[in-house]
């Protein structure tokens, strides 16, 4: 019996070896995979802080660009106002120098008008003149033509009668006519 007794020991004693071996590996399996489960928690900790670092800069640039939208698109209705105000403007300044232009045309033409009635009243008054002067001339050619018939009679008669000598002046009379 102290055979099986020692052989039943050392058969405890193998099995408490191998199970304490099996307990060291499982147990060191365990605190490796523990260890992979905690670093992989770290960075999963570690990822979920930096998305959360992320999310929040994206949120703070979308309230950045959703304020600037606002602001924007404030502008561009203050913009759009102006622009609608200015084309307004240019449409009144444009209908009020069109009727500028439309006036200034409507004096071109009465001026026209009466530069043409004033060279007919001047080509009637020069057909006018050219007849006096005319009339004129042919007068001054029968005066000059009396006047040599005078002179002519009065040197005869001072050669008749050489002491009175008397001199004539001829002074033509100024003829005026209504046109």
Not at 51 to 61: D, K, V, Y
């Amino acid at each position: 019996r102290p055979d099986l007794a020692a052989a039943l020991r050392e058969l405890r004693a193998q099995y408490e070896a191998l199970a304490a071996r099996n307990l060291q590996a499982a147990e060191d399996w365990y605190r490796a995979r523990c260890a992979r489960l905690h670093e992989r928690a770290a960075r999963s900790q570690e990822a979920v802080r930096a998305s959360r670092r992320e999310a929040g800069e994206c949120r703070r640039q979308l309230q950045a660009r959703v304020a600037e939208m606002e602001s924007l698109r404030g502008a561009h209705q203050s913009l759009e106002r102006q622009l609608q105000e200015l084309e307004e403007r240019h449409s009144v300044e444009a209908a009020s120098l069109q009727d500028t232009i439309g006036q200034l045309e409507d004096d071109l033409r009465n001026t026209k008008n009466e530069m043409a009635q004033h060279l007919r009243e001047y080509q009637d008054l020069l057909n006018v003149k050219m007849a006096l002067d005319i009339e004129i001339a042919a007068y001054r050619k029968l005066l000059e033509g009396e006047e040599n018939l005078f002179n002519m009679g009065n040197a005869s008669l001072s050669a008749l009668n050489p002491v009175s000598n008397p001199t004539y002046s001829f002074q033509p009379r100024s003829f005026s006519s209504s046109t």
